[in-house]
């Protein structure tokens, strides 16, 4: 005869229910408090960035007829390419581009190279003069400039005279012109590119320059072929941003010539205020904003792309 024992079941813990509870509810997402702090930044990021950026999109496939927006394609993107005020815009960014990029990035590597340098002193305060253009206005600095390079008691030419040369028209010759824009320009912003690039060489080990100078190479020689390379993300960077820069001039050359003499100096930017704001064409504003956009992102993936095929080599 067997005897049964009574199995005891084991009550549920009740104290511990709740405890699970409230750890699920913590492992949930908070997706309502996520919403409810992202909810004002998103409404005011559609309301001032994305409505106007499709609305421009949109726009740049209509034209104005008959007091109404008329849907016409790609007819204001075609009309670019027989626009030789259009074109001559571009032909001017790229001749700026190709001398002003260059000449500033060279210039703010030298200049960050002497910034790291241990002998000099105040280093401190020479970073922050350096870098002052690059956190005055656009406007005020281009206006500084408009002053200091007129033909007649500009102080320019008055330096000139001094030295025993004639007076450059600085702003009414198409040469000059350029070449004042591309002054005014790698004036502002080399002190700023500068700053990056010390940086950069300030995150190099002093025992590269040690390695470097116990076989024997000199100062240009550790430069060129130890440090510049570990510093091609850094250029890179420059590079890139620079050459946005350059691509949207606007402020600088429609103070100091209004894109002039002669569409000279005109950018794509400054046409494209010029359709927008006085001619009144909106649609073939807004294309050509979307070709600059277009441009600018052709170029910058174009740099990318040589930079990684440098550093696969």
Same mark, same amino acid.
């Given at each position: 005869?067997?005897? @049964?024992?009574?199995?005891?079941?084991?009550?549920?813990?009740?104290?511990?229910?709740?405890?699970?509870?409230?750890?699920? &509810?913590?492992?949930?997402?908070?997706?309502?408090?996520?919403?409810?702090?992202?909810?004002?930044?998103?409404?005011?990021?559609?309301?001032?960035?994305?409505?106007?950026?499709?609305?421009?999109?949109?726009?740049?496939?209509?034209?104005?007829?008959?007091?109404?927006?008329?849907? %016409?394609?790609?007819?204001?993107?075609?009309?670019?390419?027989?626009?030789?005020?259009?074109?001559? @815009?571009?032909?001017?960014?790229?001749?700026? *581009?190709?001398?002003?990029?260059?000449?500033? /990035?060279?210039?703010?590597?030298?200049?960050?190279?002497?910034?790291?340098? @241990?002998?000099?002193?105040? &280093?401190?305060?020479?970073?922050?003069?350096?870098?002052?253009?690059?956190?005055?206005?656009?406007?005020?600095?281009?206006? %500084?400039?408009?002053?200091?390079?007129?033909?007649?008691?500009?102080?320019?030419?008055?330096?000139?005279?001094?030295?025993? *040369?004639?007076?450059?028209?600085?702003?009414?010759?198409?040469?000059?012109?350029? /070449?004042?824009?591309?002054?005014?320009? !790698?004036?502002?912003?080399?002190?700023?590119?500068?700053?990056?690039?010390?940086?950069?060489?300030?995150?190099?080990? &002093?025992?590269?320059?040690?390695?470097?100078?116990?076989?024997?190479?000199?100062?240009?020689?550790?430069? !060129?072929?130890? /440090?510049?390379?570990?510093?091609?993300?850094?250029? *890179?960077?420059? %590079?890139?941003?620079?050459? /946005?820069?350059?691509?949207?001039?606007?402020?600088?050359?429609?103070?100091?010539?209004?894109?002039?003499?002669?569409?000279? !100096?005109?950018?794509?930017?400054?046409?494209?205020?010029? %359709?927008?704001?006085?001619?009144?064409?909106?649609?073939?504003?807004?294309?050509?904003?979307?070709?600059?956009?277009?441009?600018?992102?052709?170029?910058?993936?174009?740099?990318?792309?040589?930079?990684?095929?440098?550093?696969?080599?």
């Amino acid at each position: 005869m067997t005897s @049964s024992v009574p199995v005891r079941l084991r009550k549920p813990d009740r104290a511990a229910a709740p405890a699970t509870a409230t750890a699920r &509810r913590r492992r949930r997402p908070p997706h309502r408090a996520a919403w409810l702090f992202a909810g004002p930044t998103a409404a005011l990021f559609t309301a001032f960035f994305a409505y106007p950026l499709g609305a421009s999109l949109y726009q740049s496939f209509t034209a104005r007829r008959d007091g109404a927006d008329v849907w %016409v394609g790609l007819d204001q993107y075609r009309r670019m390419l027989h626009d030789p005020a259009f074109l001559q @815009s571009l032909t001017n960014t790229g001749l700026i *581009l190709a001398v002003q990029v260059p000449v500033m /990035i060279g210039l703010a590597l030298v200049l960050a190279v002497l910034l790291n340098q @241990s002998w000099l002193r105040f &280093r401190a305060g020479w970073r922050a003069v350096f870098f002052l253009p690059a956190i005055t206005t656009l406007v005020a600095y281009a206006v %500084v400039f408009q002053v200091l390079l007129r033909t007649d008691g500009g102080l320019a030419n008055q330096l000139l005279q001094s030295l025993g *040369l004639g007076p450059v028209d600085w702003l009414n010759s198409p040469t000059w012109a350029r /070449i004042s824009l591309i002054g005014s320009v !790698t004036w502002r912003w080399t002190g700023y590119n500068a700053v990056i690039l010390l940086a950069g060489l300030q995150a190099i080990g &002093r025992d590269q320059y040690e390695a470097a100078a116990l076989d024997g190479a000199g100062t240009v020689r550790t430069h !060129t072929g130890v /440090i510049l390379p570990q510093l091609r993300p850094v250029v *890179l960077f420059c %590079v890139v941003t620079s050459t /946005i820069g350059t691509l949207q001039l606007f402020d600088e050359n429609y103070v100091l010539t209004r894109g002039g003499p002669g569409d000279a !100096t005109l950018t794509p930017v400054v046409y494209l205020y010029k %359709v927008g704001f006085q001619q009144l064409d909106f649609g073939y504003a807004a294309a050509i904003a979307w070709t600059v956009v277009l441009i600018i992102a052709a170029v910058s993936l174009l740099q990318f792309r040589l930079y990684g095929r440098e550093r696969r080599r």
